[in-house]
């Protein structure tokens, strides 16, 4: 069994609310279990530019509530190459870490199973933190369920112009690969329809949704756009719609960097406590190369491997179904 002598923790690509409630749990099950813990800062790159410092109990203090991550974080070109990790072990083993926690998305799974598989005396374990809630062996991931809030608490007070103006609005939302943010939030906010990347929707057959609306004397109408759908750009696409639909007035509006920021939901604070508890309790166990995940409510652990090659992860086909049904 890898015995853990000293665990270094780190946030890598984009920040999520529930990361610090993450620390927070990281950092004191460790030293609950006489652990000293190392803080990095600015993710991979800390690493190699040996930014790191001691953490106590009183590090994690008053962080439950904060958004974004005291760690910081970015993006670390350096470390995709040889001498980059090399250096970074080199940092690692001066100071005595021989165990990581890793909270992030795909690319921070990619960059630490890649560097563990080349140190293998280095624990790797992941906690999946991302807002597009798209990482195969976890129900939810960290950040999702406070940037689903954050978008339908913009989208309600969108509502509220729409109705008044009689308009139509494109919202756009995050998500790339994955339309999670915008099923939920558009189901939870009554759009009349929703474009999502792992579906394709006509224009035609959204213009002709829409007239449908216009002709049950709807008072406003509110289309939510995944970044990531394949219609086109929204703009393009808002275009598109108005000279077919013309007694609306369209608007568009893209929500962007507003659903990354604000306070954690409890779900997120109860579940970045999990999994940071559960993280340190499976490297004390001898885990490695691992991803702790939630699944009908119960802890989950997944290989890295595992959790960047599957693609299982699907949006749930009675919310898809439902979308057109509730929408009339």
């Known amino acids: 069994m890898h015995k853990i002598s000293k665990l270094g923790v780190l946030t890598s690509g984009g920040d999520a609310p ?44 008053n962080i439950l509530s904060l958004g974004g991550t005291i760690l910081k974080t970015a993006r670390c070109l350096t470390f995709h190459t040889d001498e980059g990790m090399e250096t970074a072990y080199q940092n690692l083993k001066a100071r005595g870490i021989n165990a990581l926690v890793v909270i992030g998305g795909d690319g921070t799974f990619t960059g630490a199973l890649r560097f563990s598989k080349k140190y293998p005396d280095i624990a790797v374990m992941g906690i999946p933190g991302t807002i597009d809630n798209d990482l195969y062996g976890s129900t939810y991931t960290l950040g999702f ?28 939302v995050m ?25 394709s929707t006509a224009i035609d057959d959204l213009i002709k949704q829409l007239k449908s609306g216009e002709s049950n004397k709807k008072s406003s109408s509110i289309v939510i756009v995944a970044e990531g759908d394949k219609s086109g750009g ?79 992860f699907k949006l749930e086909e009675d919310l898809l179904e439902m979308v057109d049904v509730l929408s009339i």
Do not use: W
């Not at 393009?236 to 920021?261: C, F, P, S």
């Not at 499976?282 to 699944?295: F, Y």
């Open 234 to 312: 929204i703009y393009d696409l808002a275009e598109a719609v108005q000279k077919e639909v013309k007694n609306y007035d369209i608007k568009v509006t893209i929500l962007g960097h507003l659903q990354r920021g604000g306070s954690p939901s409890s779900f997120d604070r109860i579940l970045g406590s999990r999994l940071g508890y559960a993280a340190v309790k499976a490297l004390i166990n001898g885990h490695s190369q691992k991803m702790v995940g939630l699944e009908a409510n119960h802890i989950k652990i997944t290989s890295l491997e595992e959790a960047l090659t599957q693609h299982e």
């Open 175 to 199: 998500g790339r690969d994955s339309g999670a943010i915008a099923l939920r939030a558009g189901i939870s906010c009554g759009a009349e329809a929703i474009l999502l990347p792992e579906k």
């Open 18 to 61: 529930g990361m610090n409630p993450c620390i927070r749990a990281v950092v004191r099950t460790a030293i609950y279990n006489n652990i000293p813990v190392v803080g990095v800062r600015q993710g991979y790159k800390g690493m190699i530019e040996n930014d790191m410092y001691d953490m106590e109990t009183r590090s994690v203090s």
């Open 145 to 172: 369920d406070t940037a689903t809030n954050t978008v339908i608490e913009a989208i309600d007070k969108i509502r509220d112009t729409a109705d008044s103006h009689d308009r139509l609005f494109f919202i756009e």
